[in-house]
C-alpha cells in the first residue's frame, strides 16, 4: 500500500506497534492505513478530522462478553473523527478478494493460452 500511495506522489510515513509517539504520527495523517495485528490498537482521538481510515487488520477478540472480529482501529470512536472509514468485517476483505479471483482467472486464461480478459 506504501508503494501505490508513494506512486501516486503520496509522501508515506511508515510506523509500527513500537514506534516513538505513534499517536502524534497517527494525528497528522491524512491516510491511515492500519494493519498492525493488534485489536483497536488506533485509538479514536489518534485520528485527525477528515482523514480517511483503512483498516486492514482483523483479530478475533472478546468484547463486552462476546466474540468479534475487529480491526486495528477503534472503529466506533474514529467514526466520529473520520471523514471515511472502512469496517470490519466488511471493509476491505470483500475487494481483496474479489481482487484474488480476478488475478487467479487471469492467469488461468493466460496459462491455457486463451486471449487476455478484459473485465473494465
Not at 52 to 78: C, S
Not at 101 to 120: D, K, S, V, Y
Amino acid at each position: 500500500m506504501g508503494q501505490l500511495l508513494l506512486g501516486a506522489n503520496c509522501t508515506v510515513t511508515m510506523a509500527h506497534s513500537r514506534t516513538r509517539s505513534l499517536a502524534d504520527k497517527v494525528r497528522q495523517a491524512d491516510i491511515v492505513v492500519a494493519a498492525a495485528g493488534q485489536a483497536e490498537m488506533i485509538k479514536g482521538d489518534w485520528i485527525r478530522p477528515g482523514a480517511t481510515v483503512i483498516d486492514v487488520g482483523t483479530t478475533r477478540a472478546v468484547l463486552d462478553g462476546k466474540k468479534r472480529l475487529v480491526g486495528d482501529v477503534d472503529f466506533a470512536a474514529a467514526f466520529e473523527r473520520a471523514r471515511a472509514i472502512t469496517p470490519v468485517p466488511g471493509g476491505v476483505g470483500p475487494m481483496t478478494i474479489m481482487t484474488l479471483m480476478h488475478n487467479t482467472i487471469l492467469a488461468a486464461h493466460c496459462r491455457e493460452g486463451f486471449p487476455h480478459l478484459q473485465f473494465w
